[in-house]
């Protein structure tokens, strides 16, 4: 099975290149200056990731052309807005919306206070289309490895924080190279998220190490590494990694330095917007529910994501966890993260929303749900199973890799989404 179809490099403009998908056309950053005019190519978050034989691409089109039509139906079918049942209240919000103007901070906040069923509901029908309108049915799915559950730094609402008496693991290059190329030879991926705690027995010359191998597999290299230095991160955009998720988790710096002791917000801020000027794909966002949080914050959360112009939004509700300080918070509600990716993708059309773990966690609907409340991709954890039971940053359902693919792609095939990338 593979994850990502081809596209045909239909022109290079510049340092662009124009890739067809059945017609649709996306733009690719051209990282790479072997490819020409009629190679096909992987991308992955709108970067050319590898040139592939024809005689391969020509196989993979050929199996998805037929479904990728009904696939597109499918989304549009689904992504219609059932004008009807619009509250009074919200129409005239929403209908700024269609005329694709920028909502206020008070409109937004108007909107993340939507409270009854059928008022949620219409929100999120808008925030599909809005998510269909720019990027049709793109969807995509990258694997993640936890390779280091091991921390230097002690958040008060992590699993794996340095003071929580959990058994440690680090794993070596060749465990991390092993499970990298399980994931891209044996299940397609043509995207890995390498991520683990602040862990600095990693030193910058093991993790460019690590990079380089893990890119010489063809793939897209993603790293979530936490606060390393400036110096870190371009060394490793050298080494080939070309995204990086780094959340600002709270734009409140008061709450932010009370949860995260001995660390400054506006440092974060500042390595989150260098990783953005060395070239890094972003990926950022925030924790929601958060203790004292209110709703002005979560707004600001928002327009703070979209102020740092990431190419992908990450954020999730907390889940407590036993023996942090953080265990008896309470339950963030479904609907409130729903409500939070619905209310960001009107703020930002063009956004790529991840659908995380922790909002699966919630509820066992509840990718679906984000998947139609105006998120388009997906993770999926490829770290070996003996592993990923340790990696407790907040407990979840680890499910075998397997197991986790064939549910993943009869999820985006029921709602009509393809693996095409998402491009810019
Ligand atoms: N150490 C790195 C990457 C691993 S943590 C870092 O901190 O950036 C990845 C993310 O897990 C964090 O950004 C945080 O937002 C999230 N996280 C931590 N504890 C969590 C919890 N209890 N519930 C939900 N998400 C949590
Ligand atoms: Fe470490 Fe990241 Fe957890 Fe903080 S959130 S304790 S940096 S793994």
Redesign the pocket.
């Known amino acids: 099975m593979c994850y990502a179809i081809p596209g045909k490099l239909a022109r290079i403009e510049g340092s662009i290149g124009i890739v067809d998908y059945y017609g649709e056309r996306r733009k690719i950053l051209l990282d790479d200056n072997s490819v020409k005019p009629g190679d096909y190519v992987f991308a992955q978050g709108g970067i050319l990731i590898r040139k592939i034989p024809e005689s391969e691409a020509e196989e993979i089109l050929k199996t998805w052309k037929e479904i990728f039509v009904e696939l597109q139906q499918v989304d549009e079918a689904l992504s219609k807005i059932n004008a009807n049942d619009t509250p009074d209240n919200v129409l005239a919000v929403l209908q700024k919306v269609n005329h694709r103007k920028t909502l206020t901070r008070e409109e937004l906040k108007a909107l993340f206070s939507l409270k009854t069923t059928n008022e949620c509901a219409v929100l999120y029908e808008v925030a599909n289309h809005v998510r269909q309108r720019s990027h049709g049915n793109a969807s995509c799915v990258h694997g993640i490895i936890e390779f280091s559950n091991a921390?230097s730094?002690n958040?008060h609402?992590?699993?794996?924080r340095r003071d929580r008496d959990i058994q440690r693991y680090r794993m070596s290059v060749e465990e991390i190279l092993c499970a990298a190329q399980r994931a891209v030879e044996d299940y397609g991926f043509n995207a890995l998220v390498l991520?683990?705690?602040?862990d600095y027995s990693y030193d910058d010359d093991l993790l460019e190490f690590i990079v380089k191998k893990v890119r010489q597999l063809g793939v897209l290299v993603f790293v979530?590494?936490?606060?390393r230095s400036s110096k870190t991160y371009q060394q490793l955009y050298e080494a080939g990694a070309r995204a990086a998720?780094?959340?600002f988790?709270t734009s409140n710096p008061k709450l932010f330095e009370s949860l995260r002791p001995g660390t400054k917000w506006e440092k974060r801020i500042s390595l989150i917007e260098d990783i953005k000027n060395m070239g890094y794909v972003l990926a950022t966002g925030?924790?929601l529910g958060l203790p004292g949080e209110t709703i002005d914050d979560v707004v600001n959360n928002i327009l703070l994501t979209k102020q740092l112009n990431p190419e992908m939004v990450s954020f999730?509700?907390?889940?407590?966890?036993k023996e942090?300080p953080?265990e008896n918070s309470p339950k963030v509600e479904v609907d409130d993260v729903l409500k939070a990716i619905a209310v960001t993708r009107l703020a930002d059309a063009n956004a790529n929303i991840l659908v995380?773990t922790?909002l699966e966690t919630l509820d066992k609907d509840a990718r679906k749900r984000a998947l139609l409340a105006g998120a388009n991709s997906m993770m999926i954890n490829v770290t070996p199973s003996n592993f990923k039971s340790l990696y407790s940053?907040?407990d979840r359902n680890d499910e075998e890799i397997a197991e986790s693919v064939v549910k993943t792609v009869k999820l985006l095939h029921s709602l009509g989404r393809a693996p095409t990338d998402l491009g810019r």
Not at 195 to 198: F, I, L, M, P, T
Not at 224 to 227: A, E, K, N, Y
């Open positions: 921390c730094l958040c609402y992590c699993g794996i991520q683990s705690g602040e979530s590494i936490g606060s998720l780094l959340r988790e925030f924790l999730g509700p907390l889940i407590p966890v942090t953080l995380t922790a940053i907040y």
